[in-house]
């Protein structure tokens, strides 16, 4: 297949993603089984998993449960997830949707003052009203039910025994818990990393667990139920209506909770397919810059030309103030995908990148798109994210968090829980009375920037994965790690470790130390003024498949690492 019809055919598709496939063709020869995570703990637990037999979805569960405990200020069970799932077997991608809804209490002007106008963040994200029905568990439960090959029971020993046992506190995590955020001054932030003395942890000091290692007991013999029910999920809700703001979560909220399987958005990248999340997921931008990229001669250059980065900036810049305007949860209202996607709008939004930029770019106006007021989303910097390949040949590109650094700043049974109602926008309508497509609803989800991506060959076989926490930061390092690994060829580890850059509104942040005196004139020139801020501590993981061999990377930025398995004959 040529292609132009390749193209064709996957455009037809983009809506119902990867629903109807080709046939099954046959199977590869076997490929070493990985983990690749942001702790090694985690890569560790998984890589145990793997080892005993156990399936990709298996191997998630174990590095989740880990990641948990530590590595708590970036994502656990408290939180939620969109996990990318590629079937070895049958070659297609699906999605499962496990990102927190608000409670059925919730109202679009929760997050007001008493004058009408916005809570400070700070306020916000320590309150009762910061968390929402957390999704990752029933997620990954119905993952699976569905491509689980070990017993649930069997898949939470490792973090139970280090919860138990303690581990040594990491130099990241020790950054973390001394850091200067709100969360850090919350109450329950405070006893849990304090010593007995009343100091604080440090790297090297060991820090136990046990009220967690005794909810993975519970865990693991109840199944989620044990946090959607019974002692876990009644101090969940008692936690969340303690104010200040109490919040209004109930019983039924956890109860009711349904995880959401979706197809995946599929569109061409070169040579390969790109598969990502729908809405509220934002993978649809994160493809959309990919599609505007490919129409720049920015494969041509690297990443010691000034023009490419300028290209990389502009690009996203213009996706940015789509995504902003348009995404949200799709049970509540219209989003244009498929006007997004559609090669003629994405054209005409490439030609706006000219010689120099210029103010921030507005959102176009793609086929289906309803009139919504400007986003005034916040998106702290939390999340993790990690790939899983097992012995067969499936793989699970996993996104998680608990939102901002210890989410709320709240814990239950040894977890934080998540502040993810703070993604919304906190401005329920503008000034002329518009709704934000991101405002808060009953039930709703909020818009996420995660984006676990899958890459495909044209055979459909697996080529690749990529993912990153970061907030709304993730689609530039996701999308800048993907062109210096396809477009310039670099080793996937170095592409990873390359400097970021993050364009988005009026303002252009960057890891300004890595980038040259020259290449910072030479940005400056088009208009580009790079200073460092809030959105370079990426944390991205990656693996391409190069020549039958993995050719995977753990961002340095943060502790991960890549760890595999010979294949088995």
């Known amino acids: 297949m040529n292609f132009r019809r390749l193209f064709a055919c996957l455009l037809a598709l983009v809506l119902i993603g990867c629903a109807s496939l080709p046939p099954p063709l046959a199977a590869a020869k076997p490929q070493p089984a990985f983990v690749i995570a942001a702790n090694p703990l985690a890569a560790n637990a998984g890589l145990e998993v793997l080892r005993r037999g156990g399936s990709a979805v298996d191997a998630a569960i174990a590095v989740q449960a880990m990641l948990s405990l530590v590595e708590p200020q970036s994502s656990g069970v408290g939180g939620g997830a969109f996990m990318t799932y590629y079937d070895s077997a049958t070659r297609q991608v699906e999605v499962y949707d496990g990102r927190e809804v608000a409670p059925a209490q919730a109202t679009p002007s929760m997050f007001l003052d008493s004058s009408g106008k916005p809570l400070p963040f700070d306020t916000a994200v320590l309150s009762g009203r910061a968390t929402g029905v957390p999704g990752a568990v029933k997620m990954l439960a119905l993952a699976h039910e569905e491509h689980g090959n ?36 919350a109450p329950d ?57 109490s919040g209004s979560m109930t019983m039924a909220d956890l109860a009711n909770y349904r995880p959401v399987k979706r197809a995946a958005l599929c569109t061409p990248y070169r040579v390969y397919i790109a598969c990502a999340p729908p809405p509220p997921s934002s993978g649809v931008g994160l493809l959309q810059l990919l599609m505007m990229l490919e129409r720049t001669d920015i494969a041509s250059r690297g990443p010691g030309d000034p023009q490419a980065w300028f290209l990389f900036a502009e690009a996203s810049r213009l996706m940015y103030a789509d995504r902003d305007r348009y995404v949200g949860d799709p049970a509540f209202m219209k989003v244009p995908v498929e006007g997004l996607l559609d090669p003629n709008y994405v054209a005409s939004r490439s030609r706006l990148i000219g010689d120099r930029a210029g103010p921030p770019p507005l959102p176009g ?105 970061g907030g709304n930061a993730i689609l530039a390092y996701v999308a800048k790690s993907m062109v210096a690994a396809i477009d310039w060829g670099l080793p996937v580890q170095q592409a990873i470790a390359a400097p970021n850059l993050v364009a988005r509104g009026a303002n252009f942040n960057a890891e300004v130390t890595k980038f040259s005196p020259e290449m910072l004139a030479a940005l400056g020139e088009r208009g580009i003024l790079l200073k460092p801020g809030q959105g370079e501590d990426s944390g991205v993981q990656a693996v391409m498949i190069r020549n039958g061999a993995v050719d995977g990377g753990a961002d340095p930025r943060r502790e991960g690492v890549v760890l595999t398995l010979p294949p088995q004959r």
């Open 150 to 185: 070990s017993p649930w029971s069997s898949l939470f020993g490792g973090a139970e025994r280090t919860a138990s046992e303690g581990f040594i506190v990491s130099p990241r995590l020790e950054r973390m818990i001394h850091a200067d955020f709100a969360e850090n001054h």
């Open 365 to 469: 106006t793609p086929a289906g798109a309803l009139v919504a007021a400007a986003d005034t989303s916040l998106e702290p910097t939390g999340t993790s994210h990690f790939i899983v390949r097992d012995a067969a040949g499936n793989v699970v590109s996993m996104t998680t968090t608990v939102e901002s650094i210890f989410g709320s700043g709240r814990m239950v049974d040894g977890f934080f829980l998540n502040n993810q109602m703070t993604d919304f926008s906190f401005r329920p309508v503008d000034a002329e009375g518009r709704p934000a497509a991101n405002a808060v609803a009953p039930g709703k989800r909020p818009r996420s920037s995660m984006t676990p991506l899958i890459l495909l060959n044209g055979d459909r076989s697996f080529a690749g994965a990529f993912g990153s926490a």
């Open 189 to 245: 932030v405070i006893a849990y990393f304090s010593k007995p003395n009343g100091t604080l942890l440090k790297a090297g000091d060991r820090l136990v667990n046990t009220p967690y290692a005794a909810f993975l007991r519970h865990l693991a013999s109840q199944g989620p139920g044990a946090l959607y029910s019974g002692e876990t999920a009644a101090r969940i809700v008692a936690r969340t209506r303690a104010g200040p703001l």
